[in-house]
């Protein structure tokens, strides 16, 4: 078992905010593998597909961004899925628009929803990056990931998410490199938008 989480928040207002993107990445991924009905469990809403051996949970926390981590630990803790099988897709402030990182373990820079999913797993889980980039204000961040992505932002943003759910058959075989690299390379990132804030890692 797998689990695939997707950080965000869930009143209808939030849909189309930057800080919904993990959502938007499983709610593609569901429709790709024509998964079925969205279920609650686990303080979230749910849903599964089995690619070869691998059974996957995909899960959306209902109990908003920042204690997420209640929604992820809970699943995990029934399932007995260790920390390195669970991906937790959520917006990345810390790199370029479009851009993708998988990354294993490291500090939640700020991230509260990371912050409550270390809380429950510890820090030794896997983290899908999507960039959505920083609005150069560290003032300005709450207002710019409660935003709407720009029309200017949809077709990347489209292409990504498509990437993502398209090589999820890679993740379930522990083929994380490969994962990245197809990512990678089905979505090539936008020239960087220069918010006043270095691209990193």
């Not at 965000?8 to 207002?13: A, L, R, T, V, Y």
């Not at 599964?48 to 949970?57: C, D, M, P, V």
């Not at 429950?120 to 889980?125: A, E, I, K, S, V």
Request: glycine share 12%.
């Amino acid at each position: 078992m797998m689990i695939l989480a997707g950080l965000g928040n869930p009143e209808p207002k939030y849909l189309k905010n930057r800080h919904n993107v993990g959502f938007m990445a499983l709610d593609v991924m569901a429709q790709a593998w024509s998964c079925g009905p969205w279920r609650k469990r686990f303080q979230g809403l749910a849903t599964e597909l089995t690619i070869g051996s691998e059974k996957l949970l995909l899960l959306k926390p209902q109990t908003f961004y920042n204690n997420s981590g209640h929604a992820i630990g809970e699943a995990a803790k029934f399932f007995k899925v260790p920390p390195e099988k669970v991906v937790v897709f959520h917006d990345e402030l810390d790199l370029a628009p479009g851009k993708f990182r998988l990354k294993l373990g490291g500090g939640a820079a700020g991230n509260n929803g990371i912050k409550s999913t270390t809380s429950q797993l510890g820090p030794d889980f896997r983290r899908g990056r999507i960039g959505v980039g920083h609005p150069g204000d560290r003032n300005k961040v709450t207002g710019y990931v409660l935003s709407d992505f720009s029309k200017a932002e949809e077709a990347w943003l489209i292409d990504l998410l498509d990437a993502i759910a398209g090589s999820v058959d890679l993740l379930s075989k522990g083929e994380f490199d490969a994962f990245q690299t197809q990512v990678t390379h089905k979505a090539p990132a936008p020239e960087p938008v220069k918010r006043g804030k270095p691209d990193t890692d």
